[in-house]
């Protein structure tokens, strides 16, 4: 069944109120929870985060917003159970009251999420804890959960300027180095990352979860290899490959004042000879006691703030 998600209207100024949602079975709520497949989040173009304050941060970045789903406010603010039993009693009795509207103006930041989805044309609803369980797949979910429109480059848009850091990843498989690759790429102000070949997808909610809302602060692109190799012979910058027969201490070389792509192979096999052979640099990090590599993650952090290090200031 196809996924009933409507383009979003443009809205007159609104005030914030919900439309309050109680039944699994509720539609949207189905379609929301179909997001959980990578098929489905494709042919949506959408994807899920949680958390108040990065969805919220999200919207003000001007982060296309489908659905704003946040926690009954009434059933909030008694205690947060979240069993079933007690989230159909809170839902009869706050129905009455006018769910959220207190909740809505005793949190302004929410407040100021609803209005601002309202405002691009969103959906907002406002459910019960268990419906939001639902939605995460978790005992204890964020209170708020944003849908969004996905933003995906393909390679050709990206032009990297002097002392701009980019990341390739070959073929990363697992979502939880994928989301904190984007995390660390973001600490270090790198401005984007180039998905190459067949990887995990970003915008699965494990991914997105472990990017800690990185996902919207870090350009994403993706790029087939030999659209990577083709797009690497335009580009005269620096590509700094790892590998663990690389013969260059990765301190060795002078980063500072070119723009650069760092390079970095699969969990499993390592660069391809393609793509090592298309860098300029191939390095390796030095190790001493057992281990025979760094995880995919531990080592892309260890390059981008060696890479980085002349930007990187405290205070
Ligand atoms: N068995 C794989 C191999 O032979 O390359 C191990 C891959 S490692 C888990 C994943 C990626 O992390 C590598 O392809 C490389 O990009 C990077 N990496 C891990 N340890 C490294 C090290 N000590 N020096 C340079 N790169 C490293």
Same mark, same amino acid.
């Given at each position: 069944m196809k996924p009933r998600f409507q383009r979003p209207r443009p809205a007159a100024p609104v005030a914030p109120v919900s439309r309050v949602v109680t039944s699994l079975t509720n539609p949207l709520i189905k379609d929301i929870r179909a997001l959980d497949m990578r098929k489905v989040r494709q042919e949506a173009g959408l994807f899920i985060a949680e958390g108040l304050k990065l969805v919220a941060d999200a919207i003000e970045a001007g982060w296309p917003i489908r659905i704003l789903v946040h926690r009954s406010g009434a059933e909030f603010d008694r205690s947060g159970s979240n069993s079933a039993q007690k989230s159909r009693e809170a839902d009869a009795s706050f129905r009455s009251e006018g769910i959220g509207k207190r909740y809505a103006e005793d949190k302004p930041m929410l407040a100021r999420a609803v209005r601002a989805t309202r405002q691009a044309g969103g959906e907002v609803l406002e459910v019960t804890g268990e419906i939001l369980e639902k939605l995460s %797949? %978790?005992?204890?979910?964020?209170?708020v959960i944003g849908v969004f429109e996905q933003r995906l480059e393909k390679i050709d848009s990206v032009k990297i300027a002097r002392d701009q850091i980019w990341i390739g990843l070959d073929r990363v498989r697992d979502p939880g180095n994928l989301g904190t690759i984007i995390r660390t790429a973001d600490a270090v102000g790198a401005e984007g990352i180039v998905l190459i070949g067949?990887?995990?997808?970003?915008?699965?909610i494990e991914a997105v979860r472990a990017t800690m809302g990185s996902i919207f602060n870090v350009r994403l692109a993706t790029a087939t290899p030999q659209a990577f190799l083709a797009w690497r012979r335009s580009f005269d910058g620096l590509v700094v490959g790892t590998h !663990?027969?690389?013969?260059?201490?990765?301190?060795?070389?002078?980063?500072? =004042?070119s723009p650069c792509l760092l390079l970095m192979g699969n969990?499993?096999? =390592? !660069?391809p000879d393609d793509l090592a052979a298309a860098c300029s640099h191939l390095v390796k990090i030095p190790m001493r006691g057992q281990a025979d590599s760094l995880n995919l993650a531990v080592a892309t952090g260890v390059m981008l703030f060696e890479i980085a290090r002349g930007q990187l200031k405290l205070g």
């Open positions: %797949r %978790r005992d204890n979910p964020q209170t067949d990887t995990t997808d970003p915008f699965g !663990l027969s690389g013969t260059h201490d990765y301190r060795e070389v002078t980063y500072a =004042g969990e499993q096999q =390592g !660069l």
